[in-house]
């Protein structure tokens, strides 16, 4: 008996113990969160006004969407950079002018390729040849995109399959394709060009925006499991532009122009690479449109307030439709337009 009861006093006391130390524990850890947290902010505070870029000369650099509009400035500013250049795009006529642009502007080497990000097969068949070709990339850059820009109900199944693979799953089997070269030399970078509408949605961006939601939560989760196994070598970079003045976008209009300006394409391609090169983990554009994150915490009257009078109801109302290169051939509602 005295010894059940010497037994039973000494499992409560080890209880006890235990949820001591791990209380301890729990208090230390967050004393040296604060502590690291305070100083990481601090660090990047003062490197702020150091211009610590990264050397990417000679580097093996993959632009999908390259044809055309940011994905051409991303490839001309590398270029400047002298790193070498790989262009995906299913415009071949547009990609060969950005391979021209390129090589005037100094890349060490540029290859093109016609891909259509629609079709996995294609994407790994591309993928081997660029590792037969060229070699192991070094930063992957998925760029390439598509906008509907029609009501929910409006969109054709195709549409919206569309623009889920081209904004979304493409990413999926680039990454796929380039990153197990990545990881066995822990040393790389994934870069996707996502959007403001990744952090708040429009009117007439169902598909996209649910693309672009996607493309963010999953290089921030692959970013985050390159963390925990160990990869600090592999850095990505986000980036969620506003509406830029490049075709993909053709008569959308901004209500506030004195807050959300569309973008000059070339200030977008510099500040992409520019974030690219100092290994930024997100690049918001205009920087300040990430505190449209803050309407979760708003009522939501408010919220419809901010939309209306930030013009996401009606940003689209004037959008000319999808645009063959250089070329405006259907409305919204998708019939051909009258010149
Ligand atoms: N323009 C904007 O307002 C804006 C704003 C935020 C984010 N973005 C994003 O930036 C990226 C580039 O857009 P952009 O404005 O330069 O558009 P863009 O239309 O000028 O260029 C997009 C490129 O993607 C290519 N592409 C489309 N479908 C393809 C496919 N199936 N296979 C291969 N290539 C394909 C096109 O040929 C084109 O060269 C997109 O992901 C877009 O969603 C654009």
Redesign the pocket.
């Given at each position: 008996m005295l010894i059940l009861l010497v037994n039973y006093l000494i499992f409560k006391l080890e209880n006890r113990f235990n949820r001591v130390m791990l209380i301890i524990r729990s208090i230390l850890d967050t004393i040296e969160f604060l502590i690291l947290f305070c100083y990481y902010c601090l660090e990047a505070f003062i490197l702020m006004f150091f211009c610590l870029r990264k050397n990417v000369a000679g580097k093996i650099v993959l632009v999908?969407?390259?044809?055309?509009?940011?994905?051409?400035?991303i490839s001309i500013n590398l270029a400047r950079l002298g790193s070498i250049l790989i262009l995906?795009?299913?415009?071949e006529e547009?990609?060969s002018k950005t391979a021209d642009l390129a090589k005037a502007n100094g890349a060490l080497a540029v290859y093109t390729y016609?891909?259509?990000?629609?079709?996995r097969e294609e994407i790994y068949t591309v993928a081997e040849q660029v590792k037969r070709e060229v070699g192991d990339v070094d930063i992957l850059i998925?760029?390439?995109?598509?906008?509907k820009g029609k009501i929910f109900l409006d969109l054709l199944d195709s549409d919206m399959e569309?623009t889920l693979?081209?904004?979304t799953t493409?990413h999926f089997w680039t990454c796929k394709a380039f990153l197990p070269a990545m990881i066995a030399r822990n040393k790389g970078h994934l870069v996707s060009?996502?959007?403001?509408?990744s952090l708040v949605a429009s009117n007439k961006l169902t598909d996209?925006t649910a693309?672009?939601a996607a493309?963010f939560g999953f290089l921030e989760s692959l970013a985050f499991e390159m963390r925990a196994a160990g990869k600090k070598g592999i850095k990505t970079t986000i980036?969620?532009?506003?509406?830029?003045?490049?075709?993909?976008?053709t008569g959308?209009q901004t209500t506030r122009p004195f807050l959300f300006p569309?973008?000059d394409?070339g200030y977008?391609g510099k500040k992409i690479v520019d974030g690219i090169l100092k290994e930024k983990l997100y690049v918001v554009l205009p920087p300040y449109a990430r505190f449209i994150l803050l309407k979760i915490f708003l009522p939501a009257k408010v919220v419809f307030l901010l939309v209306e009078y930030l013009g996401l109801l009606n940003n689209l109302d004037h959008f000319r439709g999808e645009?063959q290169?250089g070329q405006v051939t259907k409305d919204s509602t998708g019939l051909p337009l009258e010149d």
């Open positions: 999908t969407g390259s044809a055309n509009g940011i994905g051409r400035e995906w795009d299913i415009d547009g990609n016609k891909c259509d990000l629609r079709k998925n760029n390439a995109g598509v906008l569309e693979e081209v904004n493409a060009i996502a959007s403001v509408s996209y693309s672009k493309a980036v969620c532009p506003y509406y830029v003045d490049t075709e993909l976008v959308v569309i973008l394409v977008v645009v290169r």
